[in-house]
C-alpha cells in the first residue's frame, strides 16, 4: 500500500543522508554524474558547454527538493494564493540566478575550477529564455522573483513559446530577423509535466439544454487541442521557497479527428493533428498591435482556459464551496491580454459549475485585479465581434450579457447619457464591430493598478476618465520594481560586494531599504577609490564586449553613454542620434585647439524594432549611417564613437548597464508608462539623463534633481506644445542636423526621408523640435559633471543609495497587501 511505500523511501531517504550535498567535493560529483548520465559525455573529457549542462542538472537537482517542499507546505497550509497570468515572460539566464539564491555560488565556482573550468565561462554558455518583448515581460519575471524571495504562495502562468523573441541580425546597418529556436539546445530549467494536461476547446456551436427543470447554455465545441504543462520552479533567495512558473504548450488531443483514422487518410490526418502544436509556437514579435489576429486570439484563450482548469481543480480538490473561491485566489492579469479569463470564469461557473448568473458575477469581480502598462491607445485590445464569435461563441455572449448588465448599472448612476455610455460600452459598434477588452477588464476587476504615480494619473484623468469618475475606489498604482539579485547581485558583483562591505551586512539582498545606508558615505574618498575601480572593471568588460561584437575599439576615459530598449518613436532614439550629430558637426567646426576640451564619449545605443515597424527599423539604420561616419573620421578619434549593439537582450543588459556611466530615458512626457531599465541603471550607480516621465518623476524624489540630468517638456506642456505645432520655436541647430539627414551627408537619402518628415514641423508628434534645446543642455551638464569625477562619483553613489524604493520587493509587498490580499507563507528549512 502507498502508507508502507511513504515509509520504506522515509528510510531510504535517512540511509541516503537526506538531501543533496553542497560542499565543493559533494557538487564535483553530481557535476560529473550528470556528465557521465545526463549528458552521456565521458567524466574525463568535456567542453564548457557540457559543464554548463551538468551543472545546471545539478542545480535542478536541489531546485526540486526545495520546490517539493515548498509546494507540500502550501497544500498543508492552504493559504489564500495568488496567480498571475501573463502572456509574457523575459527570463534570460538561469543557472548564475539560480545559484545565487541557493546561496550556492562559491560553492560552485571552486567545484568547477577544481575540475579546471571557470564559473564565468560557463555560466556564459546558457542562451537566454526570451519568452517576451520588452519592459512588460521582464517586469513579470523581476515580480516572481520577488514573490519566491518573500515567500508568497503564488503561481506565475504563461505559454511556452517554442520560438521566443527573434534574434536581431544587422546587415549593412539594415535590421533583419531570425527565428529563436531556443529549444534546440535542450532546457534543463523546465520539467516536463507528461500528465498535468488539459483540453482547450475552440469553434462550434451554443445549444440549450434542460436539466432538472432549469435551462441552461451548452457550449458544442468543433475543435480541442491538448495543453501540456512544463513547470520552471523559481527560487527565492535567503528561503527555502521555490515557487512554480507552469508554462503550456499545445499538443494535438486524442480526441481530435478522429474519424480521418477510419478512412484510410492516416498520414494526412497525422500530419493536420501536428498542426495544434502552431498554437503555442511563436511570440508575436510586436509589444503593443496585433488587432484582430485569429492566432493571437487563439494563444490567449489556450493559455487562459488550461491555466483556469488548473486554478480551478486545485481548489476543488479541497474545497466543495464556491463562496470560499475568492477567500482562497486572486487572479492578476498581467494587462488585458489574458483578459479572457474573464468570460472563461463566468461560463466554468455558470455552465459547468450552474451557480447562476448574479452569484457567479459576483464572485468574478471580487477575484480578478489587473494592471494596465501603457497610455498608447493602440496597444489597448479590441477583438472583432465576428472572429470572437466563430472562435469563441460562447464567450460572446457571456461578453454580451456582461455588457448589458454594464449598461442598466452605468444608465443608474448617469442616466441615459448616450454619448457616455457608447464611450463606456464593453461592445464598440462601428465599420467594424468589436470587444474593448480594456472596459471588459475594467468593470468585471475589483482593482486597476497603474505602473507609476504619473501613468496613475494619466489613467485617472484621460484613458479612463469615464470610468474613475464612477469608480474611484477601484484605481490603484504600484510603481514598478526590478529585483536587485539579478540586476544587481548576479550582474555586477563587485558592486555588489563593495555595497556589503561598506554596509557591513548582505541584509539589503532581501532588505533593499538598507541601501539608504550607503548616504553616508557619499563623500568618503576611500569608499570614491573603492566605487570607480568597481565601475572601471565593468567598463573594461563593456569595452570587451563592444570589440568583440563590432571591432570597435573605445576608450575607458570616455563618457560611456547608453540607452537600450525597444526601439519606439516615442521612446525618441531618434532624438539621441539627432544629438550624436549635432555633437559630431560641433567637433568637425572647432578649432584644433578647442577639441581638447570636449569630454570623449562612447555613445551606445541597442534594441530592437517590431519587423513590421518601419520608422523604428529606420532609426536603426540610421544610427548605423551615422556610426559609420562619425567612427571613421580621423577629425573626431576617441572624442566621439557610436556603437549599436546588436540583438538586444536580457544577458546582453547585464553586461552593459553595469559599465554605463550615463543612461538615457528620453520618452516624451506622458508616454512611457513607467520605465524599468532606468530603474536597474540606477541600482548600479549609473546617472540618468531623462524627462519627467513615468517613474522619473519618482526617481527625482528619492535621490533629487541635482543628482540627474533632467530635461524637455513637462507632461502638463505636452498638450498645448503640440496645439502650437509648427509655430513653436525650434532651435536652428535642429533644423541643421535634420537637414544633414535629408541632405544625403550620411548617405540614403531617399531611405531617411520619411523619417526626416516625422520631426518636422506640424507633423512633429513627440517634440523632438521643441525638446531639442534644453536636451543639449542636459547633455552638456552631464559633460560638465564628467569633467569633476569627484562630483560624479558622489552622484553615482547617491544614485544607487536612493534606489531601495525600485525594488520588485516593494511593488509586489503592496501588491499583496492592497490588491490580492495573500500572506506570505514561508517554508520551514
Ligand atoms: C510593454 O513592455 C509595456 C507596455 C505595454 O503596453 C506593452 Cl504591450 C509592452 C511596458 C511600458 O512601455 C513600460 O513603460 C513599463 O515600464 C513596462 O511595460 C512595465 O510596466
Known amino acids: 500500500t502507498s502508507g508502507e511505500r511513504t515509509a520504506k523511501a522515509e528510510r531510504m531517504f535517512e540511509l541516503m543522508d537526506g538531501f543533496l550535498k553542497n560542499d565543493p567535493l559533494s557538487l564535483q560529483k553530481d557535476i560529473l554524474d550528470h556528465v557521465e548520465y545526463t549528458v552521456a559525455r565521458s567524466r574525463f573529457s568535456f567542453d564548457d558547454f557540457e559543464a554548463y549542462q551538468a551543472l545546471s542538472h545539478c542545480i535542478r537537482d536541489r531546485l526540486i527538493e526545495r520546490w517539493h517542499d515548498t509546494q507540500l507546505h502550501f497544500k498543508r497550509k492552504d493559504p489564500k494564493r495568488v496567480y498571475f497570468l501573463s502572456l509574457e515572460y523575459l527570463m534570460g539566464r538561469s543557472l548564475s540566478n539560480s545559484i545565487i539564491n541557493l546561496g550556492?555560488?562559491?560553492q560552485c565556482a571552486d567545484a568547477l575550477s577544481q575540475l579546471g573550468f571557470e564559473f564565468e565561462v560557463v555560466a556564459e554558455q546558457e542562451g537566454d529564455a526570451a519568452l517576451g518583448n520588452g519592459g512588460l515581460a521582464r517586469l513579470s519575471a523581476c515580480q516572481m522573483d520577488s514573490l519566491a524571495t518573500m515567500d508568497f504562495p503564488a503561481w506565475g502562468y504563461g505559454l511556452r513559446y517554442q520560438y521566443g523573441l527573434f534574434r536581431q541580425v544587422i546587415l549593412d546597418g539594415f535590421q533583419h530577423e531570425q527565428p529563436d529556436y531556443w529549444l534546440n539546445f535542450g532546457n534543463p530549467w523546465e520539467i516536463e509535466r507528461v500528465h498535468v494536461t488539459y483540453p482547450v476547446k475552440f469553434y462550434g456551436t451554443v445549444e440549450e439544454e434542460i436539466l432538472n427543470g432549469e435551462k441552461y447554455k451548452i457550449w458544442i465545441p468543433g475543435e480541442t487541442i491538448e495543453a501540456v504543462a512544463y513547470d520552471n520552479p523559481i527560487p527565492g533567495y535567503g528561503t527555502r521557497n521555490t515557487i512554480t512558473l507552469r508554462l503550456w504548450a499545445a499538443k494535438p488531443s486524442n480526441q481530435h479527428d478522429m474519424e480521418a483514422y477510419n478512412t484510410g487518410d492516416y498520414i494526412d490526418a497525422v500530419v493536420n493533428r501536428q498542426r495544434a502544436e502552431t498554437i503555442s509556437s511563436i511570440l508575436y514579435p510586436d509589444d503593443r498591435s496585433h488587432q484582430g489576429k485569429e492566432l493571437r486570439l487563439k494563444q490567449q484563450y489556450f493559455f487562459v482556459s488550461a491555466s483556469l482548469q488548473d486554478i480551478i481543480r486545485r481548489f476543488k480538490d479541497v474545497h466543495k464551496d464556491f463562496n470560499k473561491f475568492p477567500d482562497k485566489v486572486a487572479l492578476q492579469l498581467n494587462d488585458i491580454h489574458p483578459a479572457l479569463a474573464i468570460p472563461e470564469v463566468m461560463r466554468v461557473f455558470v455552465d459547468e459549475e450552474h451557480l447562476g448568473w448574479n452569484k457567479a458575477f459576483d464572485l468574478t469581480c471580487k477575484i480578478f485585479s489587473f494592471t494596465t502598462h501603457t497610455v498608447q491607445a493602440e496597444a489597448l485590445e479590441k477583438i472583432p465581434v465576428d472572429l470572437l464569435e466563430s472562435l469563441l461563441p460562447r464567450h460572446l455572449q457571456i461578453i454580451y450579457d456582461i455588457n448589458s448588465y454594464f449598461m442598466e448599472e452605468l444608465k443608474k448612476r448617469i442616466g441615459l447619457d448616450y454619448n457616455r455610455l457608447a464611450r463606456m460600452s464593453i461592445v464598440e459598434e462601428g465599420a467594424?464591430?468589436?470587444?474593448?477588452?480594456?472596459?471588459?477588464?475594467?468593470?468585471?476587476?475589483?482593482?486597476?493598478?497603474?505602473?507609476?504615480?504619473?501613468?496613475?494619473?494619466?489613467?485617472?484623468?484621460?484613458?479612463?476618465?469615464?470610468?474613475?469618475?464612477?469608480?474611484?475606489?477601484?484605481?490603484?498604482?504600484?510603481?514598478?520594481?526590478?529585483?536587485?539579485?539579478?540586476?544587481?547581485?548576479?550582474?555586477?558583483?563587485?558592486?555588489?560586494?563593495?555595497?556589503?562591505?561598506?554596509?557591513?551586512?548582505?541584509?539589503?539582498?532581501?532588505?533593499?531599504?538598507?541601501?539608504?545606508?550607503?548616504?553616508?558615505?557619499?563623500?568618503?574618498?576611500?569608499?570614491?577609490?573603492?566605487?570607480?575601480?568597481?565601475?572601471?572593471?565593468?567598463?573594461?568588460?563593456?569595452?570587451?564586449?563592444?570589440?568583440?561584437t563590432s571591432g570597435l575599439k573605445v576608450s575607458l576615459d570616455a563618457m560611456f553613454d547608453v540607452q537600450i530598449k525597444r526601439i519606439h518613436q516615442y521612446k525618441r532614439q531618434l532624438l539621441n542620434i539627432l544629438g550624436i550629430i549635432h555633437r559630431y558637426d560641433c567637433i568637425k567646426n572647432m578649432a584644433k585647439d578647442d577639441r581638447r576640451k570636449v569630454v570623449p564619449r562612447v555613445c551606445i545605443i541597442g534594441g530592437k524594432a517590431a519587423p513590421g515597424y518601419e520608422m523604428a527599423k529606420k532609426m536603426i539604420k540610421l544610427c548605423h549611417a551615422v556610426a559609420e561616419k562619425i567612427n571613421n573620421d580621423s577629425d573626431v578619434g576617441d572624442l566621439l564613437k557610436l556603437v549599436f549593439i546588436p540583438d538586444y537582450n536580457v544577458s546582453v543588459a547585464e553586461?552593459?548597464?553595469?559599465?554605463?556611466?550615463?543612461?538615457?530615458?528620453?520618452?516624451?512626457?506622458?508616454?512611457?508608462?513607467?520605465?524599468?531599465?532606468?530603474?536597474?541603471?540606477?541600482?548600479?550607480?549609473?546617472?540618468?539623463?531623462?524627462?519627467?516621465?513615468?517613474?522619473?518623476?519618482?526617481?527625482?524624489?528619492?535621490?533629487?534633481?541635482?543628482?540627474?540630468?533632467?530635461?524637455?517638456a513637462k507632461v502638463h506642456e505636452v498638450p498645448t506644445l503640440r496645439e502650437k505645432g509648427s509655430t513653436i520655436k525650434v532651435p536652428l541647430q535642429f533644423a541643421r542636423v535634420v537637414r544633414m539627414v535629408r541632405d544625403g551627408y550620411f548617405g540614403f537619402q531617399d531611405y531617411f526621408?520619411?523619417?526626416?518628415?516625422?520631426?518636422?514641423?506640424?507633423?512633429?508628434?513627440?517634440?523632438?523640435?521643441?525638446?531639442?534645446?534644453?536636451?543639449?543642455?542636459?547633455?552638456?551638464?552631464?559633460?560638465?559633471?564628467?569633467?569633476?569625477?569627484?562630483?560624479?562619483?558622489?552622484?553615482?553613489?547617491?544614485?544607487?543609495?536612493?534606489?531601495?524604493r525600485f525594488s520588485s520587493d516593494r511593488t509586489i509587498q503592496d501588491y499583496a497587501e492592497k490588491t490580492w490580499g495573500i500572506e506570505p507563507c514561508r517554508c520551514p528549512l
Open 104 to 106: 550556492i555560488r562559491d
Open 753 to 804: 526621408k520619411s523619417l526626416c518628415d516625422t520631426v518636422e514641423g506640424n507633423s512633429d508628434y513627440y517634440l523632438l523640435g521643441a525638446d531639442f534645446g534644453s536636451y543639449l543642455e542636459a547633455q552638456a551638464a552631464a559633460d560638465k559633471a564628467f569633467v569633476d569625477q569627484e562630483k560624479w562619483t558622489r552622484m553615482s553613489i547617491l544614485s544607487t543609495a536612493g534606489s531601495g
Open 432 to 548: 467594424v464591430k468589436s470587444i474593448r477588452v480594456a472596459n471588459l477588464s475594467l468593470f468585471c476587476s475589483h482593482t486597476v493598478n497603474g505602473v507609476s504615480k504619473l501613468h496613475s494619473e494619466l489613467l485617472q484623468t484621460r484613458v479612463f476618465k469615464d470610468f474613475y469618475e464612477l469608480w474611484p475606489e477601484k484605481f490603484q498604482y504600484k510603481t514598478n520594481g526590478v529585483t536587485q539579485r539579478r540586476w544587481i547581485v548576479v550582474s555586477n558583483p563587485n558592486l555588489c560586494a563593495l555595497i556589503s562591505k561598506w554596509l557591513g551586512t548582505e541584509s539589503w539582498i532581501r532588505d533593499i531599504d538598507l541601501l539608504i545606508g550607503l548616504r553616508e558615505y557619499a563623500t568618503d574618498i576611500s569608499l570614491h577609490q573603492e566605487w570607480q575601480m568597481v565601475r572601471r572593471v565593468n567598463k573594461m568588460r563593456l569595452a570587451e564586449y563592444i570589440e568583440a
Open 655 to 712: 553586461l552593459v548597464i553595469p559599465g554605463a556611466d550615463l543612461s538615457q530615458h528620453i520618452s516624451t512626457a506622458g508616454h512611457e508608462a513607467s520605465g524599468t531599465g532606468s530603474m536597474k541603471f540606477l541600482m548600479n550607480g549609473c546617472l540618468l539623463l531623462a524627462t519627467a516621465d513615468g517613474s522619473t518623476v519618482e526617481i527625482i524624489e528619492e535621490i533629487g534633481e541635482d543628482n540627474m540630468f533632467l530635461f524637455g
